[in-house]
């Protein structure tokens, strides 16, 4: 499984990125696939993940301003974000689980400034 991620910039607190992961393979074959985000110095988190049955799960950060989707016909998945924070800079990675085993794509890095 091959993802590449992008959407990543430069934006001002307030304002909104798209990220976007398309994969090699059908994004429905994914038992979850989700958004990480990591800081120099701190652990990768869990930004937002998706079920293959669409269930979706947000870290409490991140709630109610950003929305993780999939879009079949281009065969990715997204992060709409909105309401961008400083604090939200960071490296971000798409990530997928796939009958058991776990592919990460290359990180796209989001800066907010204040």
């Known amino acids: 499984v091959q993802l590449q991620a992008c959407g990543g910039g430069m934006v001002q607190a307030g304002g909104s990125l798209r990220l976007s992961c398309s994969a090699s393979?059908?994004?429905?074959?994914?038992?979850?696939a989700g958004w990480y985000r990591q800081v120099p110095g701190k652990e990768r988190e869990l930004v937002a993940d998706?079920?293959?049955?669409?269930?979706?799960n947000y870290a409490d950060s991140v709630k109610g301003r950003f929305t993780i989707s999939r879009d079949i016909s281009k065969n990715t998945v997204n992060l709409r974000m909105n309401s961008l924070k400083p604090e939200d800079t960071a490296v971000y990675y798409c990530?997928?689980?796939?009958?058991?085993?776990?592919?990460w794509g290359q990180g796209t890095l989001v800066t907010v400034s204040s």
């Open positions: 990530k997928v689980i796939r009958t058991g085993f776990a592919y």
């Open positions: 393979v059908n994004i429905f074959s994914f038992t979850t």
């Open positions: 998706i079920s293959t049955r669409g269930s979706t």
